[in-house]
């Protein structure tokens, strides 16, 4: 008797904290892509699970071909069915955090002001939505929205898109979407948000004012890149590495962890991946470049090379042009220094190594040592050996073995693809 008492008591003390793990509530929260989603809520104290799936929409089954094949007809008007929006369910445990800590997450990590939409990521099924189990919770809902579009009225935003409807059709994702970015740390990097606090968050403007916003007395208004990034971004490390620890172009470049441009100064639309890398003239975005993987180093400088150079100069430096004898620049140039990448700024040849070759381009006889790439050449009938900047990848001329000594070589350089930059006096 007395052991059997004891096992019954061993029983309801297990049966207690069992009871207790089982208060959870969950959630389904659409913000766009399911794997930023999934990563950016996940990191909220007190929220114990973030699954991605599919809800929202009228049938009662899917998967992600099934969504995508559908928002394809939507588009082409062959469908008026209510697609399923990308939602992540968020298990959260109520003793550690709030709902509506839960959902302060979900406004200031997304655009919730984008419409069926959420950055480039362009449909029904990206919406912004909350869709709820509760009567509670859809209260929480429409008060954190109501004071939330509050603030991003004053910050200049529009007005709240976001779907608020109870749960319907509810799927769970399929196991390759599941935990994303953990599987595929090089993946997709969120940048989310608005960079517009939460009213009253104290939690928010100390991050605010942890990442602000760049300083625009600091920079060039005229012409500036700005790089916007995210902690543990591996993609913004690859950035640094392959781009910018070498940076020597001409425009001017800076990097933030703020999702904000400076003072003033306009973003063309919302940051949704990081690394962004946006060119400003006169305080106002002209163009950007999102994302960067590796091998992608030749394709951004390409990119600034569209945007900086003049039309003769993209002409020679993309289509392999060439400028007529005697127009070029830097013909004539004999001041100690330095040729340089337009683009890129990386040395090319020094002065020294020029000589009169009375051709009509500028000619060097070596150049610096890793600056140049060479290549076979078969257009226009011919066999030559095409030099290209190994630094941007542009295109500069051809080289030939009628040169001077000690190499013997001419390179016979398109004078408009370089910038002369003088030895200090």
């Not at 766009?32 to 699970?49: H, N, T, Y």
């Not at 992608?296 to 003049?310: A, M, Y």
Request: net charge negative.
């Amino acid at each position: 008797m007395i052991r059997i008492r004891a096992l019954l008591l061993a029983a309801l003390a297990l049966a207690v904290p069992l009871q207790a793990a089982a208060a959870t509530e969950s959630i389904v929260l659409g913000m766009g892509c399911f794997w930023g989603a999934e990563k950016r809520m996940s990191q909220i104290p007190g929220v114990l699970d973030v699954e991605a799936g599919y809800a929202g929409g009228d049938e009662r089954q899917v998967g992600y071909r099934d969504v995508l094949n559908l928002e394809q007809a939507i588009e082409r008007g062959r469908s008026d069915e209510r697609n399923h929006a990308e939602v992540v369910k968020v298990t959260f445990d109520p003793d550690r955090v709030s709902l509506k800590r839960v959902l302060i997450g979900f406004w200031q990590n997304h655009d919730p002001t984008q419409g069926e939409r959420q950055g480039n990521d362009v449909g029904s099924n990206y919406r912004s939505a909350i869709y709820w189990t509760t009567p509670e919770q859809r209260e929480v809902a429409l008060a954190t929205r109501d004071a939330y579009q509050k603030a991003l009225t004053a910050a200049g935003y529009g007005r709240i898109t976001t779907e608020i409807a109870p749960l319907k059709n509810y799927n769970r994702a399929e196991d390759y979407h599941q935990d994303y970015l953990k599987k595929h740390p090089n993946g997709y990097c969120g940048l989310g948000g608005t960079g517009v606090s939460y009213p009253g968050e104290t939690v928010t403007a100390q991050a605010a004012e942890a990442h602000p916003r760049p300083d625009a007395d600091a920079l060039d208004f005229d012409r500036q890149i700005i790089v916007f990034e995210a902690e543990d971004c591996p993609y913004c490390k690859l950035f640094r590495a392959e781009v910018l620890d070498g940076w020597s172009s001409r425009v001017p470049v800076t990097e933030t962890l703020s999702t904000r441009p400076p003072e003033g100064w306009k973003l063309d639309k919302a940051l949704f991946a990081t690394p962004t890398i946006v060119l400003f003239e006169k305080g106002r975005e002209v163009s950007r470049y999102t994302g960067y993987n590796r091998g992608d180093k030749e394709r951004f400088w390409k990119w600034l090379g569209f945007q900086v150079l003049t039309p003769a100069q993209k002409q020679i430096a993309f289509a392999q042009g060439t400028e007529p004898a005697f127009s070029g620049s830097n013909l004539d140039e004999k001041r100690p220094g330095t040729f340089v990448d337009p683009v890129t700024g990386a040395p090319l040849f020094r002065s020294d190594s020029k000589f009169h070759s009375g051709t009509g381009w500028p000619s060097f006889f070596e150049p610096v040592a890793g600056a140049i790439t060479l290549h076979e050449d078969n257009s226009h009938g011919m066999h030559r050996v095409e030099v290209r900047s190994a630094s941007s990848g542009i295109h500069l001329g051809h080289v030939f073995d009628d040169g001077p000594p000690p190499t013997g070589k001419r390179y016979c350089i398109n004078g408009n693809v370089l910038t002369f930059v003088p030895d200090p006096l």
